[in-house]
């Protein structure tokens, strides 16, 4: 194949797979994130305690990550047609990848949340903070660097599943891999989308990895300090009833 006939290909399969990736990883973010904290929120010892939920949402996110991609999108093609109305091409693969994606991420968030500082929760506590309090000012913002890094390894992991989803009419830069450099033996087409893969691996690596030092570096110059500032102002409701006293 000649590079005219070759580039509309490439252009069309990298903007499939830009599109199957952006969504789903949002999807996955957006469901993984509460999905996550609420398991260090409900396990032994947390702000909600609830052994039954945590060990029920544990267990569906094991099942959910436990399951091969592609097993997951045949099981899922009756939802992904109910959706979608089709079972092939980008917008079906979204589906699929999302649903992968989620307790893939939620696991990655409940890791990075455990390694906050026990004793910047109990210091809001003190002051009076609520749980919504507790996650939104001391939780999330102290794990921050660390769910930019779980991101980026979702981001990497969903490019991926798409690249399998390509395998089975799914789209994007795998099917094209697959339909021309495999079926209709044009090696250097093939090699060209694991370039492409590659370059951009690489590149959401290099701006993830920058994006968590940079966090990391200004959370370790301002320190704890101004995060627990802002909470200064929310004082327990006992301690304003004692004052009006």
């Not at 099942?63 to 997951?72: D, E, K, Q």
């Not at 492409?196 to 993830?208: K, R, T």
């Amino acid at each position: 194949m000649t590079w005219s006939e070759t580039q509309p290909l490439l252009e069309q399969a990298c903007t499939e797979t830009l599109i199957m990736v952006g969504w789903s990883t949002l999807i996955a973010v957006v469901g993984g994130l509460p999905l996550g904290i609420l398991l260090v929120l409900t396990d032994r010892g947390g702000l909600l305690q609830n052994t039954v939920v945590n060990k029920v949402i544990g267990q569906i996110v094991n099942i959910g990550r436990s399951l091969p991609f592609i097993i997951l999108m045949v099981a899922l093609m009756n939802f992904t047609r109910w959706v979608t109305g089709t079972t092939i091409g980008s917008e079906a693969a979204i589906v699929p990848l999302a649903i992968g994606g989620i307790p893939f991420f939620a696991r990655l968030v409940e890791t990075a949340v455990r390694e906050v500082d026990h004793g910047l929760v109990e210091a809001v506590q003190a002051m009076g903070g609520n749980t919504w309090t507790i996650v939104r000012k001391v939780l999330v913002p102290e794990a921050l660097p660390s769910l930019i890094a779980s991101t980026t390894t979702t981001v990497i992991a969903l490019i991926g599943y798409s690249a399998m989803a390509g395998t089975v009419g799914g789209g994007g830069l795998g099917d094209l891999a697959v339909r021309y450099g495999y079926q209709r033996f044009e090696t250097g087409l093939m090699w060209i989308t694991v370039a492409i893969l590659a370059v951009v691996i690489s590149l959401i690596q290099f701006a993830g990895d920058f994006a968590a030092r940079a966090l990391h570096r200004r959370g370790a110059r301002s320190g704890p300090g101004p995060k627990l500032r802002l909470l200064k102002g929310e004082k327990p409701a006992s301690a304003e009833v004692g004052k009006a006293a």
